[in-house]
Nanobody, 123 residues
Framework: VQLQASGGGLVQAGGSLRLSCAAS????????MGWFRQAPGKEREFVATINWSGGSTYYADSVKGRFTISRDNAKNTVYLQMNSLKPEDTAVYYCTARITGWGTLNPYEYDYWGQGTLVTVSS
């Protein structure tokens, strides 16, 4: 499985961005998907995850109510809609895929990773 993230960029505080992650392979619809982020000098942290059907989602407290994860299995794509962005959201955002199970916040329990897309929020 190959994951290609896009949609990052520079935005002012309070603005919005939508990240996309396109996946290769015919089994995308069976994978749980997630987004993590890593700011300079910090550890990679969980942002959001979605189960295979899109019917269940889970968010980090820091983004709950501002970010929305969704997926389109027909397009092999997962999205992260980010609203009310804050400077502390600045990071490289990575999409991930997990073959079995869902809902984990542990990055080591994900099987595939994309290359990351940079989000910069200016104050």
């Amino acid at each position: 499985v190959q994951l290609q993230a896009s949609g990052g960029g520079l935005v002012q505080a309070g603005g919005s961005l939508r990240l996309s992650c396109a996946a290769s392979g015919r089994t995308f619809s069976s994978y749980a998907m997630g987004w993590f982020r890593q700011a300079p000098g910090k550890e990679r942290e969980f942002v959001a995850t979605i189960n295979w059907s899109g019917g269940s989602t889970y968010y980090a407290d820091s983004v709950k109510g501002r970010f929305t994860i969704s997926r389109d299995n027909a397009k092999n794509t997962v999205y992260l809609q980010m609203n009310s962005l804050k400077p502390e959201d600045t990071a490289v955002y990575y999409c991930t895929a997990r073959i079995t199970g869902w809902g984990t916040l542990n990055p080591y329990e994900y099987d595939y990773w994309g290359q990351g897309t940079l989000v910069t929020v200016s104050s």
